[in-house]
């Protein structure tokens, strides 16, 4: 699924882009198609507009004017000549898929020249380029990579990729561990609606793995997942037995560095940080599994 989701979120972006700088270029070409209709209605009221040597004075300034009007008008037609190529892109990733070619098309985002010359196009593109590196990065380091990413929106990749920092391992690994973490809690939320479910259905008792919520929850979820988890009694937990008396807890990090540690209960969810300087998890042991 993470394959799958940078092109559309790129595309997304394309499409915001597309319709700004179509909107733009509405305006521009409805402005340029009255500039010509304007020009040509004085021409044809001054007797006609071409430089000629008999010309009067203020013939002459008339054509002088259209003259610069036209040329206005083709530089106004020129800045939005890109615009069909943002179409002609959007048009390509509708039937796209694949990781690649999303990151062939965040290199060749730049090169559009309209949109690098728009300070809002520009900003988007750039965005969807960090997007792109944020996917690059997890495809980079399939060890910290988990199934729960095929949970996270456009909106997730986006928002986590604007604060990216990839010029040092520790910033990349810092990003990476925000990544998983949202992803995570798109996760527990499901997760603690599916247990409760569970519940309903099972005369109020709990489930002995987290494999047999699977048809409980209303969105279906990547048998991958669940196996990344494992069902544990909440006593010797401290306040995690206000989650209820048996929790839906992560096997072991993906980095035991920096990492999120989620508990699942059916009356909610706690998650605890792990940080090269420690944690506050009530299970000291799980960052050094």
Same mark, same amino acid.
């Given at each position: ?65 259209? &003259?610069?009007?036209? #040329?206005?008008? !083709? +530089?106004?037609?020129?800045? =939005?000549? %890109? /615009?069909?190529?943002?179409? *002609? ?32 196009? &520009?900003?988007?593109? #750039?965005?969807? !380029? +960090?997007?792109?590196?944020? =996917?690059? %990065? /997890?495809?980079?380091?399939? *060890? ?146």
């Amino acid at each position: 699924m993470i394959k799958k989701a940078l092109p559309y979120v790129i595309c997304g972006l394309l499409v915001v882009a597309l319709f700004y700088q179509s909107s733009e270029s509405a305006k521009w070409e409805a402005l340029a198609n009255a500039h010509e209709k304007a020009a040509g209605d004085a021409v044809r009221k001054h007797g006609g507009a071409g430089r000629k040597t008999d010309a009067t004075p203020e013939q002459q300034e008339l054509v002088d004017k259209v &003259a610069e009007q036209q #040329a206005e008008i !083709s +530089k106004l037609r020129q800045e =939005n000549s %890109q /615009v069909p190529k943002l179409q *002609a892109e959007v048009a390509r990733l509708q039937g796209v898929e694949g990781v690649e070619s999303g990151l062939d098309l965040a290199g060749r985002m730049a090169k559009l020249a309209a949109v690098d010359d728009d300070p809002f196009a &520009a900003a988007v593109m #750039a965005l969807a !380029s +960090k997007a792109a590196d944020l =996917n690059r %990065q /997890v495809q980079n380091r399939p *060890a910290f990579d988990i199934p729960e990413l095929q949970l996270l929106e456009e909106a997730d990749w986006l928002s986590i990729a604007k604060g990216a920092d990839y010029e040092t391992e520790q910033g990349i690994r810092q990003t990476l561990s925000k990544t998983r973490q949202k992803a995570k809690t798109h996760f527990a939320e499901m997760a603690t609606e599916a247990l409760n479910q569970f519940y309903a259905a099972n005369n109020n008792q709990p489930p002995a793995s987290p494999t047999q919520l699977q048809p409980y929850f209303k969105t279906p979820v990547d048998p991958s997942i669940l196996q990344r988890y494992q069902m544990i009694p909440s006593t010797g937990l401290g306040s995690l037995s206000e989650l209820g008396p048996v929790l839906i807890s992560e096997k072991s990090p993906v980095d035991r560095q920096y990492d999120t540690h989620f508990y699942v209960g059916r009356k909610g969810v706690a998650s605890f940080m792990i940080t090269p300087a420690g944690t506050s998890d009530p299970d000291v042991t799980w960052a050094t599994r």
